[in-house]
């Protein structure tokens, strides 16, 4: 599960939280991350036996105990609360955070549909030209 935004959380107003755990029967793949989302939505829509199981959790209301004891998680209030309603989200539904920033996930994408502009991070690039001694490979 990803990051929560500020958006919302700022206000501070009652969340009820809901764990959306789509039941795909081994359909899905980590290679449809790198789909266009059209497309994605599309081929998922024509999955036959594909379900969601919806977990609707209870009304949470955050108060000053939950930003006293986790002050450590976050600069601002609104931080806060976005990791208490992370940590129970995935609790809950038995989610695994991805903490991955959104550029790297972007450098990733562009690698993966090949683009030249986005070799992989993880290769150390090649030298440029490669001389070659004639004389030891004649021998």
């Known amino acids: 599960m990803l990051k929560l935004k500020k958006g919302a959380l700022v206000a501070e107003r009652t ?10 029967g081994g359909s899905s793949s980590l290679e449809f991350a790198i789909m266009p ?11 036959c ?43 809950v539904g038995g989610l695994i955070k991805c903490d991955t920033s959104l550029k790297e996930k972007l450098t990733y994408e ?4 090949m683009n030249p502009k986005y070799p992989s991070p ?9 001389e070659i001694d004639e004389e030891k490979v004649l021998k």
Request: with cysteine.
């Open 122 to 130: 993880y290769v150390e690039k090649q030298p440029e030209t490669t």
């Open 37 to 47: 989302l059209l497309a994605l939505i599309v081929m998922n829509m024509c999955f």
């Open 110 to 113: 562009e690698h993966m549909q």
């Open 15 to 24: 969340i009820k939280p809901f764990v959306m755990k789509y039941n795909t």
């Open 49 to 91: 036996g594909c379900s969601c199981d919806v977990i609707e959790m209870p009304i949470f209301q955050a108060n000053e105990y939950l930003f006293e004891t986790h002050k450590d998680k976050g600069k601002e209030r609104w931080e806060i609360l976005a990791w208490a309603i992370r940590e129970i989200i995935c609790d």
